[in-house]
């Protein structure tokens, strides 16, 4: 089993910044793609960015391109999601998911299908 925990949430305005982290524990040994997803209040959940295990390949929603960096810190099983310029409609539950992965792959997993552990997510409110 692998826990997820996020952090780093909270509510702040328009433009500004938030860096949120997921910290990996339990079953760590192993080798995994991380990725973060949202969800809003009465929406579907949806990708927001993926990292290869080894930190080479990542991928990124059309709607955050350019503003979110995802990263992850393999030594002490992090992944990080740094948030700059945001907007209200970044609004919603953030979600850390792991999916064990050849260490090697660089096909990025967008799918929340693709993901076996998941957080329980961390808050992101951005106020007008």
């Known amino acids: 089993q692998v826990q997820l925990v996020e952090s780093g949430g909270g509510l702040v305005e328009a433009g500004d910044s938030l860096r949120l982290s997921c910290g990996r524990s339990?079953?760590?040994?192993?080798?995994?793609?991380m990725a973060w997803f949202r969800q809003a209040p009465g929406k579907e959940r949806e990708f927001v960015a993926t990292?290869?295990?080894?930190?080479?390949?990542?991928h990124y929603a059309d709607s955050v391109k350019g503003r979110f960096t995802i990263s992850k810190n393999n030594a002490d099983n992090t992944a990080y999601l740094q948030m700059n310029s945001l907007k209200p409609e970044d609004t919603a539950t953030y979600y850390c998911a792991a999916a064990p992965v050849n260490p090697l792959a660089t096909v990025a997993l967008t799918l929340a299908s693709d993901y076996d552990y998941w957080g329980q997510g961390t808050q992101v409110t951005v106020s007008s």
């Open positions: 990292i290869s295990w080894s930190g080479s390949d990542t």
């Open positions: 339990g079953r760590v040994r192993g080798t995994y793609a």
